[in-house]
């Protein structure tokens, strides 16, 4: 990728201007985002959007467009993992006066944040990806289709404070019935659910009103479902290596490696990230609660209000399940997920700053976010 010298030469030759610049506009800068960075340009900061995130060095984009970044020794030291900047986000950047090299000073309020609980035995949380109107799940429809890890992904996807869209890719190779999976999943998740394939262009133009310009798009989901090649087609140009999936377990072999953010002709903002073998739900309480909508309303009956719907006296959960009114797998994985989530002990500091952001990305809009936290 060309590196244009973004952050080289004088502080002086860089834009400190909170007119937003087309170059910026194009990667999602707007008037809030102008107004919030005002008194950080009077601190010599310059904007820029974290594009891809390669082990340990970003590449961002600013007014003068690519540079790759590092974190300042304060950003390092002050930032919990997953305070650290993600793809998608966006910092206020400053050119060392020693080798006039950009690094990141800060970041953004985020006005969404689609996370999951890190890989492996830690306990914490990964932002995957940041700042996002729209999150696609992707899953695949021949044989890839797991749905109690859709309900994970889009009960993150939920309380991410984007709109969780479920993208069921390959139409091209569906039988009858996994096509009929994707009228039930829409009517059971409450969400938007797609299927098209890349191949043929089937289902390309439900999802291009998506695909507005300045709007910013991740792709999740396992490997192999077709994410980036999903992204190459809608690019009309190879933006990401593809490669054909193992034949012996269609499980695909982790093609893409790292999140990238690609400006797309049309305006959109697409991120495509690589596979995920593991997705930990992380403080999503809320998130797993709406994409169970219709467990939640029954559960308003059960007799006590922590009621695990497993064995108390007068759980109405029970009841209704007892009569056929539930589907009992999704009775049994909402109470896993809910397990899951209880079993993740934070410090009370963290867990309530977490939600008061999921709070408020859910109550008021992303642009009264911003306005509160960084006061212009
Ligand atoms: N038949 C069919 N094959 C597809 C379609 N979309 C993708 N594929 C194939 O699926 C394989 C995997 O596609 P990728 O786009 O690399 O998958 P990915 O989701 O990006 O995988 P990771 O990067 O590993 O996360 C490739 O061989 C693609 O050609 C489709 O719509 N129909
Ligand atoms: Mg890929
Ligand atoms: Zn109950």
Known sequence: ??????????????????????????????????????????????????????????????????????????????????????????????????????????????????????????????????????????????????????????????????????????????????????????????????????????????????FAAGKTLALVGSSGVGKSTLLNRLAGQELMVTREIREDDGRGRHTTTHRELFLLASGALVLDTPGMREFGLWDAEDGVDDTFAEIVEIAVGCRFADCSHKFEPGCAVQAAAARGRLDQARLKAYRRLARELADQPKPATRREKDRQFGRAVRNASAERMARKRYPG
Request: a negative charge; charged letters at 25%.
């Open 1 to 210: 990728m060309a590196t244009l010298d973004v952050a080289a030469g004088s502080p002086a030759a860089l834009p400190c201007s909170v007119e937003p610049p087309d170059a910026l506009r194009a990667w999602g800068w707007d008037a809030e985002r102008a107004v919030e960075f005002e008194p950080l340009a009077e601190a010599g900061l310059w904007p820029a959007r974290v594009a891809a995130q390669h082990r340990g060095l970003w590449l961002v984009v600013g007014a003068r467009g690519e540079a790759f970044a590092s974190p300042t020794g304060r950003l390092r030291h002050r930032a919990d993992e997953g305070d650290l900047p993600s793809v998608g986000d966006w910092v206020g950047c400053v050119s060392s006066p020693h080798d006039g090299e950009a690094r990141i000073d800060l970041v953004l309020a985020r006005r969404s944040m689609f996370r999951r609980k890190a890989a492996g035995s830690r306990l914490a949380a990964q932002v995957v990806a940041a700042n996002v109107d729209t999150i696609f799940v992707a899953t695949s429809l021949n044989g890839d289709l797991n749905e109690r890890r859709l309900e994970r992904y889009v009960a993150m996807g939920r309380e991410s404070g984007a709109e969780p869209v479920v993208l069921l890719t390959k139409a091209d190779l569906a039988d009858a019935d996994a096509r009929d999976s994707a009228v039930r999943l829409e009517t059971e998740l409450r969400v938007h659910v797609i299927a098209l394939s890349s191949r043929t262009g089937e289902g390309l133009d439900s999802v291009s009103r998506w």
